[in-house]
Nanobody, 128 residues
Framework: HVQLVESGGGSVEAGRSLKLSCAAS????????MGWFRQAPGKEREGVAG????????YYADSVKGRFTISQDKAKNTVYLQMDNLKPEDTGIYYC??????????????????????WGQGTQVTVS
């Protein structure tokens, strides 16, 4: 049973930082790409960042480049999203997902989700 569990969300002021975690279980962790997505009220879900757990290659949406960092701890089967210099427009529910990845440069970040098949329950991030 594949399971992804996010944690670390919260409410912060603009300019502050948060770090999200996603613990994966029930499958071979390094066989998949892991991604972070977010959805704001009334908006489409969009990709934020992705990492190939085997090789470590990372990808970012233009809106978060230079502010967010995706990383992993293979020993813990956990992926992280360090979010710095947060802005009110970063507010939303953040989801962790596992899948093949691959659409990083062929679609906008709103199109990345089609490459991911397993999703966590989400964690709320609010920036004011």
């Amino acid at each position: 049973h594949v399971q992804l569990v996010e944690s670390g969300g919260g409410s912060v002021e603009a300019g502050r930082s948060l770090k999200l975690s996603c613990a994966a279980s029930g499958y071979t962790y390094s066989s998949y790409c892991m991604g972070w997505f977010r959805q704001a009220p009334g908006k489409e879900r969009e990709g934020v960042a992705g990492i190939y757990t085997g090789g470590g290659s990372t990808y970012y949406a233009d809106s978060v480049k230079g502010r967010f960092t995706i990383s992993q701890d293979k020993a813990k089967n956990t992926v992280y999203l360090q979010m710095d210099n947060l802005k009110p427009e970063d507010t939303g529910i953040y989801y962790c997902a596992a899948g093949s990845g691959g659409s990083w440069y062929t679609t906008s970040s709103r199109g990345w989700a089609k490459d991911f098949t397993t999703w966590g329950q989400g964690t709320q991030v609010t920036v004011s």
